[in-house]
């Protein structure tokens, strides 16, 4: 399908106003989520690191109260006693403690508001040193407790405690609100027991895939120590969320934090529906800009096709006035030159064409296109050629004449010299001259022609079949019948132009046309006659009758002849 000029002047404003509008929208909008997700993962690994730094310090302040009460084990037990419960005055983290052997038998026990401990310790939490170590996660009353332990240096003593994560879990509650609206955070074992829900109500439970998305490809940050990951991910409920994923270092607690995905690239939609403004905008505006100026650029160029058009229709004297200074004012003057230049051509062409046509009335077609086109001369002279020469004559033509009023003879040698020499032409033959009432046709003379025998002898046999029916006409009209005798011949002939300087002629000179004119004589009413030098040139034909051996006025030597059959 064909585009206007006008429509694609168009396009071209609206692509060049659209692409780079385009352009600008797309970097600005991959810069905007490029500054979303920096963003977005210093507030995940802020809040990751205020809540394990509150964890650390919760943990930390029972450590210091279990080293104490570790290193109080070795005096006498009211001096101990005493150690640990001030010990137990200045801190508000642990909530029950008591004392194990080295088998992890209990052997003292500080009184604690907490309805469970552990009889004996497990063996993890038996080595030698004074090293703590975690153990279990209990809950009670809807918080959670880690078990925390002490061995003195001796090996003797266990001190355990149980640490509240109270604390811990009212920092982790602050952080959601302040800077989770829509979002959750949660401290769990790496087992997925929730310890820390800023939602406050799933404290004790199993953490799922589903109620936190970002656990989906976590595994590998709940399994090893320090290993966060930053991940997008599918709740169950078909919710897009962002998040991390975080081990708290030397803990059994990993740290999930999650943001709704909406919310976090909430401005990019913005973006994305001014981008989206921005480039309808442009295209309305680049559209009426690219109409009015390809309507003003195309104006001229209409006027230069409609021109186009009329001269394409030969109106020459037509005119186009093209108002620009630019590259199409110089088309339009130029198209009016042309126009010019091809009016005056054509007078040219017709005076050529008047001369061809007055030519042609004296000299063969091909010898006028040859001498208009400069590839003949008109110098006297002539050059030997092999030619085939072909006399047609009126027989009992002095009766027609004696009998028919002038005008009637003559109306009818031009009807008949007229088809005469259409057929002469048909076969790509040259009339050299009218003789009276006979007509001489040469093949050959003008240009190379290997078959002009068969072209001859053609043409001889056309000019009678067209006489069968020509005749039924003239015998209607004028009471004539008119019949011909041709003679054919091949033989070298010398062709060119005889005469003088001042008045010349085109034509062959030579035996050839001597022997064609005598076999024409001789020849009937309405029979072909030919020679032998014409028939050895053709291809076998049964039409050849030969008439033996004859001689021929003028002709030292007989020649034998052949009558050829219409």
């Not at 650029?297 to 394409?312: F, K, N, Q, S």
Request: proline content about 3%; glycine content about 8%; some cysteine.
């Amino acid at each position: 399908m064909r585009l206007s000029f006008r429509l694609k002047l168009t396009l071209l404003a609206c692509v060049v106003a659209i692409v780079p509008l385009i352009t600008v929208g797309w970097i600005v909008n991959d810069i905007n989520r490029e500054a979303l997700q920096d963003t977005n993962r210093q507030l995940l690994d802020s809040v990751i690191a205020s809540l394990s730094s509150t964890l650390e310090t919760v943990i930390t302040e029972g450590d210091r109260t279990l080293l104490a009460s570790a290193s109080a084990l070795d005096r006498p037990s009211e001096e101990r006693d005493a150690i640990v419960e001030a010990a137990l005055d200045t801190q508000s983290v642990i909530k029950h403690l008591a004392i194990y052997d080295a088998t992890g038998a209990k052997v003292v026990e500080v009184d604690s508001s907490l309805k469970f401990e552990p009889p004996a310790l497990p063996a993890k939490l038996l080595p030698h040193g004074a090293t703590t170590k975690f153990g279990d996660v209990a809950f009670a009353g809807g918080q959670g407790y880690v078990l925390r332990s002490v061995t003195t240096r001796d090996g003797k003593y266990t001190v355990a405690a149980y640490v509240s994560l109270a604390t811990v879990a009212r920092r982790g509650i602050e952080l959601g609100l302040a800077h989770l609206s829509q979002g959750q955070l949660a401290l769990a074992t790496t087992d997925r027991r929730i310890v820390v829900d800023s939602l406050g109500e799933r404290i004790g439970s199993t953490l799922t895939d589903d109620s936190f998305g970002v656990l989906r490809g976590a595994e590998q940050s709940l399994a090893n120590n320090n290993i966060g990951i930053v991940n997008d991910a599918d709740r169950a409920d078909g919710t897009r969320v962002t998040g991390a994923v975080k081990r708290v270092p030397e803990t059994p607690f990993v740290v999930m934090v999650e943001r709704p995905y909406r919310e976090v690239y909430a401005s990019i939609a913005t973006v994305q529906r001014i981008v989206l403004g921005s480039v309808l905008a442009a295209i309305l505006v680049a559209a009426a800009a690219g109409i009015l100026l390809a309507r003003r650029m195309t104006r001229p160029i209409t006027a230069l096709v409609d021109y186009a058009g009329e001269l394409a229709h030969r109106r020459f004297d037509r005119r186009v006035t093209i108002r620009a200074t630019d590259e199409l004012g110089v088309l339009g003057d130029a198209l009016e030159n042309a126009a010019s230049q091809l009016a005056e051509s054509d007078r040219t062409i017709l005076k050529e064409q008047a001369i061809r046509s007055d030519l042609g009335r004296y000299l063969p077609g091909k010898l006028v296109e040859q001498i208009v086109s400069r590839e003949r001369s008109l110098a006297l002279g002539g050059q030997r050629r092999e030619i085939t020469v072909l006399f047609a004559d009126v027989v009992g033509f002095t009766p027609l004449a004696e009998r028919e009023a002038a005008e009637t003879v003559v109306t009818l040698l031009n009807e008949l010299f007229s088809i005469l020499t259409e057929i002469v032409f048909r076969h790509g033959g040259t009339v050299d001259k009218f003789v009276g009432d006979c007509v001489m046709a040469v093949w050959g003379a003008t240009e190379d022609q290997p078959d002009h025998p068969q072209r001859a002898i053609a043409a001889a046999r056309d000019m009678q079949r067209w006489l069968e029916v020509a005749n039924e006409l003239w015998q209607a009209q004028h009471n004539v019948n008119i019949e011909l005798a041709i003679g054919v011949h091949t033989g070298d002939a010398v062709v060119g132009n005889f005469g003088s300087e001042t008045r010349m002629e085109f034509t062959a000179i030579g035996d050839v046309v001597n022997v064609a004119a005598r076999l024409e004589a001789i020849a009937r009413p309405n029979q072909i006659l030919s020679t032998i030098m014409t028939r050895t040139r053709m291809a076998a034909d049964p039409d050849f009758i030969s008439l033996g051996v004859r001689p021929l006025i003028g002709k030292a030597q007989p020649i034998e002849l052949f009558e050829v059959r219409a």
